[in-house]
């Protein structure tokens, strides 16, 4: 099994709604220190290893293809992609 980390954040410049809102409430709670928040989504996603692969740049195109047609939105939105267990 491999098991990959897709992490999705905003762009720079896209406002990040969630990410001010926390900020705004944590100050409120007494963290004054926090300057920023910013919100982003990490999914871990388990592939199973087909016989004989152990390619991480096929796995990691693989999982690419999978943040552009679903998992992010290309305009809003970079990730990255980080192979984090390889059980062969």
């Known amino acids: 099994m491999i098991e990959v980390d897709v992490t999705i954040r905003l ?3 896209v406002a990040d709604p969630e ?3 926390t900020r705004k409430a944590l ?3 007494g963290f ?3 300057q920023a928040v910013e919100s982003m ?3 871990r996603i388990t592939l199973e ?3 004989g692969s152990g390619d991480e740049a096929a796995v990691k195109r693989e999982v690419d ?3 552009r047609k679903l998992l992010a939105n290309p305009v809003i939105h970079d990730y990255t992609i980080e192979v ?3 059980n062969g």
């Open 11 to 13: 762009k720079h410049g």
């Open 19 to 21: 990410g001010a809102n």
């Open 27 to 29: 100050q409120l709670l």
């Open 32 to 34: 004054t220190s926090v």
């Open 41 to 43: 989504k990490t999914f």
């Open 49 to 51: 290893q087909e016989t």
């Open 65 to 67: 293809e999978m943040c």
């Open 84 to 86: 984090v267990q390889s």
